[in-house]
């Protein structure tokens, strides 16, 4: 996988536990020497095209992390149709029907959510960063889009409330990039605490879906268009929203981290 020679996924999220993974039911039992899994993923990202899947289940001391060959008897991947986002995504459900693997395929140093949880940090301080990026795409088509276009004799841009547009956008979108240097000079000062990832994963994407959203409104009917990039990234933006934890999930983190109250249940 470091090598790019195999394509991985990362199965955690299940059809009936997506916020909740401690109440996951896939289940990995003992069978002799070996690990019998059974159970079902959804939603999860190259399901159908990796050759390894990393499967987190249920075991009689705890959660634990599975090595997943793809060729193993008894699993699959079948991929999520019709979707309207992500659409460049190949997205799965995994399927495990008493696949038996070896002992030495369970991840040996973690048992319980702190092994995937963790996993769960990196991949949102990614989206920290992503969403600025497809904001940045959006702010300036509408930029290019606003100096060029005319109506009543004069560029768009030229008029106060696209100004306006243009400047709250551009506050966003350079607060948000600032925002994600800061946690990336804690993260490599080795300070980066969870909290402070759903700071960052929360505020950015919510920020890039509002500037994408009035971008739009700069390009008119232009902005659903795929000839420019605007509608693309916002409609992707919103399953990001929603994946690596939702709205609601990163505001009862941060809703803890303040009050020191446990909200979730």
């Not at 995504?89 to 070896?102: A, F, G, H, K, Y």
Request: proline letters at 4%.
């Amino acid at each position: 996988m470091a090598a790019g020679d195999v394509i991985g996924c990362f199965g955690l999220t299940e059809p009936d536990h997506g916020s909740d993974p401690a109440s996951m039911r896939t289940y990995a039992k003992r069978d002799g020497g070996d690990w019998v899994l059974n159970g079902r993923k959804m939603w999860i990202t190259n399901g159908s095209v990796a050759g390894v899947a990393v499967v987190w289940a249920q075991t009689d001391v705890g959660i634990r992390g599975f090595v997943v060959p793809t060729d193993t008897s008894g699993f699959s991947a079948p991929d999520i149709k019709h979707k309207l986002s992500l659409r460049a995504s190949v997205t799965s459900e995994l399927v495990l029907d008493d696949v038996r693997l070896p002992a030495d395929a369970a991840l040996p140093e973690v048992v319980g959510l702190k092994g995937p949880l963790s996993c769960l940090s990196h991949a949102r301080f990614g989206i920290v960063w992503g969403a600025m990026g497809a904001a940045r795409s959006c702010f300036e088509a509408a930029l290019t889009y606003a100096k060029s276009r005319e109506q009543f004799g004069r560029p768009i841009g030229g008029f106060q409330l696209t100004q306006a547009k243009l400047a709250d956008m551009a506050l966003e979108l350079h607060k948000g990039i600032l925002l994600a240097h800061h946690l990336g000079r804690r993260m490599d000062a080795g300070r980066l605490r969870p909290e402070q990832v759903s700071f960052g994963k929360l505020n950015n994407v919510r920020e890039a879906i509002a500037i994408c959203r009035t971008a739009r409104t700069i390009l008119g009917a232009n902005g659903i268009s795929l000839e420019y990039p605007v509608m693309r990234h916002a409609t992707n933006l919103e399953s990001v929203l929603t994946y690596e934890g939702t709205v609601e999930m990163h505001q009862l983190v941060l809703g803890k981290a303040l009050t020191g109250l446990d909200a979730f249940r």
